[in-house]
């Protein structure tokens, strides 16, 4: 079956260390996004991707990279400069055709030790 | 900056009951408009979309939504709600301009009582 798989479920972080979260889809997309759900503020755009070597940065980007080597492929590094990374992360993808949904993926739940 | 606004935050009501979430868009330019839902441990997925035409739009379970360009608004309703549509909604609008960047509304808790 076609779709978009983040791991991990559940992430922890220690204070001052780097954490990355996976999203891979086999949907044959281009455009791959990252969104951070917190309660009450719906989702946030942190980076986006709209073709393989190349991303831009999204509304909320400091404390966070990524990296696009791979059409299928869109990893999330959560940085140390990142001071509240608590939250709910939301992978995406579409076609980039403008009239085209979003795919989502189940998300991870990322929380600091 | 585009921003999207949903009026309502928290919704509860009792089954049988009519829906209505409001959404506002600031964008200017042509826009395309979505609702998603999220029932509770489940993916994000599509309810409805409008990018032309027709300004009523029929989605899935029985909603619909109405694109009124004039008040830059797309809200959402229901005429007869079900416990089974307690969800979170979210109301996204497409920036446009030859990239597909969506942006979202906070979002609206909707609890229905059997």
């Known amino acids: 079956d076609g779709g978009i798989t983040q791991s991990p479920k559940y992430l922890f972080r220690k204070e001052g260390q780097n954490v990355t979260l996976s999203c891979e889809q086999n949907l044959n997309h281009d455009a791959m996004y990252w969104y951070r759900q917190d309660p009450g503020q719906g989702l946030r755009l942190i980076y986006y991707?709209?073709?393989?070597?190349?991303?831009q940065k999204g509304d909320i980007a400091e404390g966070y990279s990524v990296s696009r080597e791979k059409k299928e492929s869109f990893p999330l590094t959560v940085t140390s400069a990142q001071k509240n990374p608590t939250a709910f992360y939301l992978c995406?993808?579409?076609?980039?055709?403008?009239?085209?949904?979003?795919?989502f993926g189940s998300g991870t739940q990322l929380s600091v030790l | 900056a585009q921003s999207v606004s949903q009026h309502n935050h928290h919704v509860i009501l009792s089954e049988a009951a009519s829906l209505e979430l409001g959404c506002n868009y600031s964008?200017?330019?042509?826009?395309?408009l979505f609702w998603y839902v999220q029932y509770p441990g489940q993916h994000l997925q599509l309810l409805l979309k409008?990018?032309?035409?027709?300004?009523l739009v029929k989605g899935i379970k029985g909603f619909e939504a109405e694109f009124i360009k004039s008040k830059f608004s797309f809200n959402l309703r229901k005429p007869s709600v079900q416990w089974s549509d307690t969800a979170e909604y979210f109301c996204?609008?497409?920036?446009?301009?030859?990239?597909?960047?969506?942006?979202f509304g906070r979002g609206t808790s909707l609890i229905v009582h059997p």
């Open positions: 409008y990018f032309s035409g027709d300004p």
């Open positions: 964008y200017g330019g042509t826009v395309n």
């Open positions: 991707s709209q073709i393989v070597n190349d991303f």
């Open positions: 996204a609008v497409n920036r446009g301009g030859g990239s597909y960047i969506p942006t």
């Open positions: 995406a993808s579409t076609r980039r055709d403008t009239n085209e949904k979003l795919f």
